[in-house]
């Protein structure tokens, strides 16, 4: 078992007896949290995305309308980014 430091910029490193046998430079990782432990795995493209149920949520999310004041969700999602900025 290894042990790794989450940084102030939330950033991991690799341990070494990890890195050297299982990833390389530019590997896609999954972060999958469960009730008591952090799973890492690679990513895999084996599975085909759904477009169906994607659309389905794009178009679910253009329907909301703002409770109090009239703009698209877009517009929302670009104002609530830019107040969270470091």
Same mark, same amino acid.
């Given at each position: 078992m290894a042990t790794a430091i989450v940084r102030d910029r939330w950033q991991v490193t690799?341990?070494?007896?990890?890195?050297?046998v299982w990833v390389e430079p530019g590997s896609v990782l999954m972060w999958e949290a469960e009730e008591d432990k952090?799973?890492?795995?690679?990513?895999?493209? *084996? @599975?085909?995305?759904?477009?169906?149920?994607i659309w389905a949520g794009i *178009? @679910?999310?253009?329907?909301?309308k703002s409770t109090t004041k009239q703009m698209p969700l877009s517009e929302f999602v670009i104002k609530d980014r830019e107040k969270h900025r470091i």
């Open positions: 690799i341990p070494p007896q990890v890195r050297d952090l799973v890492v795995t690679p990513y895999s493209e *084996k @599975k085909k995305p759904d477009w169906n149920k *178009k @679910k999310c253009r329907s909301y």
